[in-house]
């Protein structure tokens, strides 16, 4: 990885294109900086500590929350529009055919994205004014309320315009990017504490080093699965198609072990912290909210087994959920069976389609296991430890991290293969016409 970013920063417009993106990373760190009016922070910190969906949502915008900074609710809305924008097409005939009209019916599915981030922003902007108003964090009346919402509303329209500037003119998928750096961003500070904790004797420093043994151990994990993928073998036979004949051959169907990625763990999250948001809304005096917030405390992960067991088997049902939305294996079927191309020992047809779902259902249980098992460390490493400062063990987070992590050093890596591939192009052309010119002479 070092070798391919140093290879990288010595070409002049990777370099730049590099550059750009930490320049980016500046302005999102100056804009996590600059906080919103009107706001008691000490009182923001007690309701986040609390275990609210919001004190998950603090670590991905890496504490804008907790500073309630112009940049508070994150990239969160727009990640949201884009995964019910994915289920709707799926959903929705017209929203598929129009996925299938090339760029143009992208363009339109983006712009319906877009839309849909604006109304939730305000949505989610108007239920963290209504919850910080409740606990005394925020005072003010009406004007106050307009002021908020369209702070925190143009904060995440901001973010994703700063995404979409680091797709274009830097390297990597930007939107991931900058959840990257909100997640890291909090790293140096947790790190501090920790060595505090040392200092004064509150945490051992064996205690510390099982935290960073598992540390490792989570993202050697993480990288062997987001990369594995299993291979499918296809024969293809000769076809005549016009006047020309295709050559037959062998190649292979790639399905990725970890299709769905960290989606099903954030979907299980937002189910299981949905009643913790609710309650923040109704009276806790009343026997109808207090039976919410016993519901909250019991449904927290890392609280009990049950609760646990619960998290763990949401993640494993929106994991086969996520992965047969991506995967069609009778489409797969038809289009196999179309080309001329079959699978060696198995017929064509029902039959194909018959295997493909079973190869697909068992890696996508070793996938689903894999994503529950990750996603309780996260509450787990504290009691094992003793160390509760450190963040980026295990959990969403770390998936996080570690995915975009390989995916931009793959999108570096096609860059550095892109510009080789260019220079021996231009390399061979100039051979060619220096053997043309000499052989004119």
Do not use: C
């Not at 994915?86 to 760029?103: D, F, Y």
């Not at 763990?312 to 079927?333: E, G, P």
């Not at 987070?397 to 021996?424: C, D, K, P």
Request: overall charge positive.
């Amino acid at each position: 990885m070092l070798e391919q970013l140093i290879a990288a920063m010595a070409v002049p417009e990777l370099r730049k294109r590099v550059q750009f993106v930490f320049l980016m990373f500046a302005v999102y760190v100056l804009a996590l900086h600059i906080p919103a009016t009107g706001v008691n922070h000490d009182k923001i910190d007690e309701l986040l500590k609390s275990g609210t969906l919001f004190g998950a949502l603090d670590v991905f915008s890496g504490g804008a929350l907790k500073k309630f900074s112009i940049i508070a609710m994150g990239i969160m809305p727009y990640i949201n529009a884009s995964i019910i924008m994915q289920l709707l097409t799926v959903a929705i005939p017209q929203l598929q055919a129009l996925s299938k009209e090339g760029e143009s019916g992208r363009k339109q599915i983006s712009k319906y994205t877009r839309y849909a981030t604006i109304g939730l922003a305000i949505v989610q902007a108007l239920g963290l004014h209504t919850l910080f108003a409740r606990s005394g964090a925020i005072q003010g009346g009406l004007w106050t309320t307009i002021t908020v919402v369209i702070t925190l509303t143009a904060g995440t329209m901001f973010l994703m315009w700063l995404g979409e500037q680091i797709t274009e003119k830097g390297i990597g998928n930007g939107v991931s990017l900058i959840i990257f750096v909100g997640i890291m961003v909090s790293i140096p500070q947790q790190i501090t504490q920790t060595i505090e904790l040392v200092r004064v004797g509150a945490v051992s420093p064996f205690a510390v080093l099982a935290v960073l043994v598992l540390f490792l151990a989570t993202i050697v994990a993480i990288i062997y699965m987001t990369q594995g993928t299993r291979k499918i073998p296809v024969q293809h036979v000769k076809r005549i198609v016009g006047n020309r004949m295709s050559q037959g051959g062998s190649s292979f169907l790639p399905f990725k072990v970890n299709t769905a990625g960290v989606i099903p763990v954030i979907f299980a999250m937002s189910i299981l912290y949905f009643p913790a948001t609710f309650a923040q809304f109704l009276p806790p005096t009343t026997p109808f909210g207090q039976f919410v917030q016993d519901a909250t405390r019991w449904l927290e992960p890392g609280r009990s087994g049950w609760a646990s067991l619960i998290y763990a088997l949401l993640i494993l049902f929106f994991t086969y959920f996520y992965t047969a939305i991506q995967y069609d294996t009778n489409d797969i079927s038809d289009n196999l069976k179309k080309y001329g191309s079959f699978i060696p020992g198995i017929r064509p047809g029902k039959d194909t389609a018959v295997y493909l779902d079973r190869v697909l259902t068992r890696i996508t249980l070793a996938a689903a296991v894999f994503l529950a098992g990750i996603a309780l460390i996260q509450y787990w490493a504290p009691q094992w430890t003793g160390v509760s400062t450190v963040t980026l063990v295990g959990g969403t987070s770390l998936l996080i991290v570690v995915g975009v992590a390989l995916e931009t050093m793959q999108a570096i890596e096609a860059q550095m293969a892109m510009r080789n591939y260019e220079g021996f192009i231009k390399a061979s052309g100039q051979t060619g016409g220096g053997f043309a010119r000499a052989g004119a002479r």
